[in-house]
């Protein structure tokens, strides 16, 4: 899955897509079509950006800058959108524009999302986070960060249900640097095999995120090395999907894993 990050704020790439003067069409369909060449089986577009920190963006703002993004992919490429919002109408909107998926990294937590997932039919990616984007990262704590994650995700994958959202819909995210401090996303890393015992598909953002830099001094710049080692280790616990920037890259490493793991059988 790669990034699409239509937001003036995004952590890494600063708005390279989007900016003050709005959707910048060029820049978009070409990293589109960079994903789309080296395999990535969906774009991930998001409107709000949810890096620790982030700000609230009105619905309208969202909106417009999801929709165009949408119609710019769906128009030019064989490839699924997933939606990262966690908007009731972004999401009715986006799944009549033709996403093949929503990503909430709010777990359908906003009043009405349950619903309005609900009446998309998509499939759904679940995320679990502690506390929301702005001061999640003030201190978070756990008992135990992995069955807590577990305990949560299964508790909303039961209110899925309720609402008409079967199972199979779901994916389960242990979202990664969402009210976690290095330590407990290494440790859910580790043990992410718990996470995928779980049934669903598991999908996992990594990709140049700062626990690399609890190890590593680098800048986002400079974290794919290590974005690839933490993409193999998901892989080798059971990782379905990678949310990454650099798919070009990460298809290497998938395609290392293939044929070691074909080369087994
Ligand atoms: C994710 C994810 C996401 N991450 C899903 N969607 C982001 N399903 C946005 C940092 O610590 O993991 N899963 N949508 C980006 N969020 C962050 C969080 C970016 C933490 C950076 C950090 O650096």
Do not use: W
């Not at 280790?233 to 044929?259: C, K, N, P, S, W």
Request: charge should be negative; hydrophobic fraction near 45%.
């Amino acid at each position: 899955m790669g990034i699409l990050n239509v937001t003036p704020d995004s952590f890494s790439d600063g708005g390279a897509l989007f900016s003050g003067s709005g959707l910048n069409f060029d820049a978009l369909c070409h990293a589109a079509e960079t994903m789309v060449l080296a395999g990535a089986s969906f774009l991930d577009v998001g409107g709000e950006s949810t890096r620790p920190g982030a700000l609230a963006v009105s619905e309208q703002e969202e909106m417009d800058r999801v929709l165009g993004a949408i119609t710019c992919i769906k128009n030019r490429f064989d490839v699924e959108v997933s939606l990262d919002t966690s908007t009731p109408k972004v999401m009715l909107a986006g799944a009549e524009a033709g996403v093949g998926m929503i990503n909430d990294v709010r777990a359908l937590g906003r009043e009405g999302a349950v619903e309005a997932a609900a009446k998309t039919g998509l499939p759904i990616c679940l995320m679990h986070m502690q506390g929301d984007p702005l001061t999640m990262q003030a201190g978070p704590q756990y008992r135990d960060v992995v069955s807590e994650v577990i305990e949560f995700l299964e508790q909303r994958a039961a209110l899925c249900s309720d609402a008409g959202i079967s199972r199979e819909r779901l994916v389960f995210d242990p979202g990664f640097g969402f009210g976690k401090t290095p330590k407990h996303n290494f440790t859910l890393l580790s043990r992410l095999s718990e996470v995928a015992a779980l049934g669903q598909p598991v999908l996992v953002g990594l990709s140049r995120k700062s626990m690399i830099a609890s190890v590593l001094d680098r800048d986002t710049s400079q974290r794919l090395p290590a974005s690839l080692a933490l993409a193999v280790l998901a892989m080798t616990e059971g990782a379905h999907i990678l949310r990454v920037h650099d798919v070009v890259e990460t298809m290497d490493a998938v395609a290392m894993m293939t044929a070691c793991a074909e080369a087994s059988l």
